[in-house]
C-alpha cells in the first residue's frame, strides 16, 4: 500500500528522517512509523496547515478557522510530529514553507478538496431520497427492462419518486440535449457530437406473424419474402424506421408498405388481427408463448438496433440520479443475453 501523503525524501528537506522510499512504500506499513497504516492525522491538523500556509500568519490563520492561536499551533506541531518533517519555517515577523511544506500544500488541499466533495455528494443523497429522477425511454425500453432497476433502486431508496417520458427515440435525443430529463434510453446518439451513448444491447429485427399465417412454418424468412405479403411498418419519424430502412437500403431489398403506423404496439395489435405482417425489435414482441403470434428470424440482411443511454457529458446530476444510471448500466449488462428469436 503506497504511502497517502506520498511525501518526498528527507533529502528535501534536510530533515534527518527515516522517510520509506517509493519501492520500500509498499511493505512499510508494517515496520515503519512513516506509513499510512500508522499514521494518525487529524483533518483539523490539515486545515490548520494549509490556511497558515496560505495566510503566512498564524495569527491570521488561527481567527479564519475560528481557533486559538495556541491550539492552531499545537495542531501544527502534531501534524509535522506525525509526518517526521518540517513544513513551516517561524521566525519572529513571518511563517514561510519549507521544502518539503511547499510540495506538501497542494497535495494537503486536494485531500481536503475531495473529502468535501465526498461529503457534500452523501449529503445530497440523503437529501434527495425524497427527490425525483427523470428519464426518457423508447417504450419498448421502457417496459422490458426499465421495471426491474427501478424496483431495485426503490428497494434502497423507497421515497425518491421517477419520472418516466416515454417517447419515441428522436423525442428521447431531443429532451436530452433540452436538460428536461437526467438520462435518456434510446436508439439515436451514437453519432450525436453533443452527447455520450453508452451500448447496452444489440437485439435483431424478428418476423411477428399470425400462427395460422403461410410464412409462420417457416425456420426463418428473408425481407424479399415479404414482397408477396401485407406488411405493417412504423411512420418514416420513428427511429426504428430509420434504421431499417438504411439497412434495407444497402441490400437493395424493401417490402411493400401496406400498414403505417406510429407505434410498434400498435402494428403487433395488427398483426394479432391477422391484417399482416411486422418487423419489430425484440423486445417489443411478447416475452413468453403468446397464443397467437409466432417469431421468426429475418434474414438477408439482419437488422439490427443497439439500445443505449445517452447523456449530456459534463451535466451536472443529482447523486441520486447519477447512482441510479451506474444501477441501470450494471442490472442490463448482466441480465441482457443474445438477442435471440421467441416463442
Known amino acids: 500500500m503506497g504511502c497517502l501523503l506520498d511525501l518526498p525524501g528527507p533529502e528535501a528537506s534536510g530533515v534527518g528522517t527515516d522517510l520509506p522510499s517509493e519501492k520500500e512504500c509498499v511493505k512499510c506499513i508494517y515496520r515503519n512509523d512513516n506509513c499510512v497504516g500508522r499514521m494518525n492525522i487529524d483533518l483539523e491538523d490539515l486545515r490548520a496547515f494549509v490556511a497558515t500556509a496560505e495566510m503566512q500568519s498564524f495569527r491570521a490563520?488561527?481567527?479564519s478557522i475560528h481557533l486559538s492561536q495556541p491550539a492552531l499551533t499545537r495542531r501544527i506541531q502534531k501534524l509535522e510530529a506525525t509526518?517526521?518533517?518540517s513544513l513551516l519555517e517561524r521566525t519572529t515577523r513571518r511563517v514561510s514553507l519549507t521544502a518539503v511544506g511547499r510540495d506538501f500544500l497542494p497535495r494537503a488541499r486536494r485531500l481536503l478538496d475531495d473529502l468535501e466533495t465526498s461529503l457534500l455528494s452523501v449529503r445530497e443523497i440523503a437529501e434527495r431520497r425524497s427527490g425525483l429522477v427523470s428519464i426518457a425511454?423508447?417504450?419498448t425500453a421502457a417496459y422490458y427492462f426499465l421495471p426491474d432497476v427501478i424496483s431495485a433502486f426503490t428497494e434502497e431508496f423507497p421515497a425518491i419518486r421517477f419520472r418516466i417520458f416515454d417517447a419515441g427515440a428522436n423525442e428521447v435525443l431531443q429532451s436530452i440535449l433540452n436538460r428536461e430529463a437526467d438520462f435518456g434510453i434510446t436508439l439515436l446518439g451514437a453519432d450525436d457530437p453533443d452527447v455520450t451513448f453508452d451500448p447496452?444491447?444489440?437485439e435483431p429485427f424478428l418476423l411477428a406473424c399470425r400462427r395460422d399465417h403461410p410464412l409462420a412454418q417457416q425456420e426463418s424468412v428473408t425481407w424479399a419474402d415479404l414482397a408477396a405479403h401485407r406488411f405493417v411498418t412504423v411512420g418514416r419519424t420513428s427511429g426504428n424506421r430509420l434504421i431499417m430502412d438504411l439497412a434495407l437500403?444497402?441490400?437493395n431489398v424493401r417490402p411493400r408498405s401496406f400498414f403505417e403506423v406510429q407505434h410498434l404496439s400498435t402494428s403487433l395489435g395488427l398483426v394479432e388481427a391477422g391484417l399482416g405482417v411486422a418487423a419489430l425489435p425484440r423486445m417489443a414482441l411478447p416475452a413468453g408463448p403468446h397464443p397467437s403470434i409466432?417469431?421468426?428470424?429475418?434474414i438477408e440482411p439482419r437488422v439490427t438496433r443497439t439500445v443505449g443511454v445517452v447523456r449530456v457529458p459534463g451535466a451536472r446530476r443529482a447523486p441520486a440520479a447519477e447512482q441510479f444510471y451506474q444501477m441501470l448500466l450494471s442490472r442490463w449488462r448482466d441480465n441482457a443475453g443474445p438477442a435471440a428469436p421467441r416463442p
Open 294 to 298: 409466432v417469431t421468426l428470424p429475418l
Open 83 to 85: 509526518l517526521g518533517v
Open 137 to 139: 425511454c423508447i417504450p
Open 61 to 63: 490563520a488561527a481567527d
Open 249 to 251: 437500403a444497402r441490400a
Open 200 to 202: 447496452l444491447i444489440e
